[in-house]
Nanobody, 124 residues
Framework: QVQLVESGGGLVQAGNSLRLSCAASGRTFSSYAMAWFRQAPGKEREFVAG????????YYQDSVKGRFTISRDNAKNTVYLQMNSLKPEDTAVYYCAAADRSYRGDDQRKYTYWGQGTQVTVSS
């Protein structure tokens, strides 16, 4: 098993930046592909960005391409989400999740482990 703990959320004005972190403990971090999802009030949880186990491959939801960057440091057992040019519509609870290292995709059902989430609020 792996335990995931997100941090770095907060309240920011539109146009500013935040960096989210997700610290993993338990099984070897590099055994997992990682992703960030988010859930806005009254909406379903959606995929934001994903990264392969080694960090070579990344993929994004269209609405965040060019603004968000996912990265990982396997030596620190941590995955990051750098969010720039934030918009009010980015307001949501952000979750990190882990899937089998062979998986690449946005299907939530493939992600076995989830963090508790961190709130991001972007004011206009």
């Amino acid at each position: 098993q792996v335990q995931l703990v997100e941090s770095g959320g907060g309240l920011v004005q539109a146009g500013n930046s935040l960096r989210l972190s997700c610290a993993a403990s338990g099984r070897t971090f590099s055994s997992y592909a990682m992703a960030w999802f988010r859930q806005a009030p009254g909406k379903e949880r959606e995929f934001v960005a994903g990264i392969s186990w080694g960090g070579r491959n990344t993929y994004y939801q269209d609405s965040v391409k060019g603004r968000f960057t996912i990265s990982r440091d396997n030596a620190k057992n941590t995955v990051y989400l750098q969010m720039n040019s934030l918009k009010p519509e980015d307001t949501a609870v952000y979750y990190c999740a882990a899937a089998d290292r062979s998986y690449r995709g946005d299907d939530q059902r493939k992600y076995t482990y989830w963090g508790q989430g961190t709130q991001v609020t972007v004011s206009s």
